[in-house]
């Protein structure tokens, strides 16, 4: 039986319309409905600037704060046998002639026929007006669309964008493209690993502030890259967060860059290679094995580098934090555990 969307809406926290004037920065959290720590930090990030006083007066004073949480609402509520299960993927089965293509097209190769829906953080793509309805404006068919690049697996995988076949990537890229954001923020869960396979500390969070190499559009022929400005500032970014874990007796002293990666197709590929600083939060854990304590701990390693991040762009501090704070971060090396084989 095919699976719809469930129709849950998609929110946008708007603290500022866009101005030039002043820098922007749009947040992004649970595009895997599985992975829900992100939204709560950023509700906190909300109530500390709704709440007022002298420093989210001056936040919201320079910095335009856009947040979108909870972008697949629908992997967010999934239930399995009548109790709350939420899973990775949204809900939205494949029916390629509902979108003009032939029944018989394979589907992109993020979608999930057993879990019946797509994972959102690989349906973007660096051309931000790239539609499948549009594929005249490419000087292709349906038919041949669906040949040379659905049905061909050189092109349909991870190295290539994604197609728009999604309503929340299509929303979630329409806001980015009225914002038109210097930083964009997303927050993910990565499961647990230690420091290294000698130092067991766990690595709370894992950051990321280059995920896409250059890349040229297969429809277009355009070519992207990141701006080497871009990189710097989103490597400032990263450090900012990184700098506001260690004050102090900190808890949070194992951090890691995420491994390398090169994923055009997500949202944060995307919006790098369209000339905005990014950074990749990945919080440890999972809905299914965090319990109260470890919750906690874990919204405050998103919370307080948000926070962190805010106050920077405000005063313009962001610009003289040291790249080479990021590129010193130790990039993860060890394997991800099974949490259930840890004392935690």
Not at 79 to 91: I, V
Not at 266 to 286: K, R, V, W
């Amino acid at each position: 039986m095919p699976i719809e969307p469930q129709g849950y809406p998609l929110y946008v926290c708007k603290f500022g319309e866009p101005d030039p004037s002043k820098p922007s920065i749009l947040i992004e959290t649970q595009i895997h409905g599985n992975e829900p720590l992100g939204t709560e930090a950023v509700v906190n990030v909300m109530q500390n600037l709704i709440a007022g006083g002298q420093e989210a007066r001056f936040i919201l004073e320079n910095v335009t704060v856009w947040i979108m949480p909870r972008v697949n609402p629908d992997g967010a509520m999934n239930q399995r046998d009548g109790q709350w299960y939420p899973k990775r993927q949204s809900d939205q089965t494949w029916v390629p002639e509902e979108i003009g293509l032939p029944s018989d097209t394979r589907a992109p190769w993020y979608y999930s026929s057993r879990n019946g829906g797509y994972d959102l953080n690989r349906d973007s793509s660096p051309n931000l007006d790239f539609r499948i309805e549009n594929l005249a404006d490419y000087g292709l068919t349906p038919s041949e669309f669906a040949t040379l690049y659905l049905d061909d697996r050189d092109y349909n995988n991870s190295e290539y964008d994604g197609y728009y076949v999604t309503p929340e990537a299509r929303i979630v890229t329409k806001v980015y493209k009225e914002l038109q954001p210097d930083v964009f923020i997303d927050i993910h869960h990565r499961g647990f690993n230690t420091l290294t396979d000698d130092d067991i500390r766990q690595v709370y969070i894992q950051v990321a502030a280059d995920v896409a190499l250059p890349y040229t559009d297969p429809f277009t022929g355009d070519y992207y890259s990141v701006d080497p400005e871009v990189l710097t500032l989103a490597k400032q970014v990263n450090a900012t967060g990184w700098l506001s874990l260690q004050l102090g007796n900190s808890a949070f002293g194992s951090i890691q860059k995420y491994p390398e990666v090169n994923l055009p197709g997500t949202t944060l590929g995307a919006f790098a290679l369209n000339d905005t600083a990014i950074m990749l939060i990945e919080i440890a854990g999972q809905t299914q094995n965090l319990g109260q304590k470890a919750r906690g701990r874990l919204i405050k390693t998103a919370t307080d580098p948000l926070m962190a991040i805010l106050k920077a762009l405000a005063d313009g501090s962001i610009h003289d934090v040291d790249p080479a704070i990021y590129d010193a971060i130790p990039e993860s090396s060890n394997s991800i555990r099974d949490p259930s084989a840890r004392d935690e």
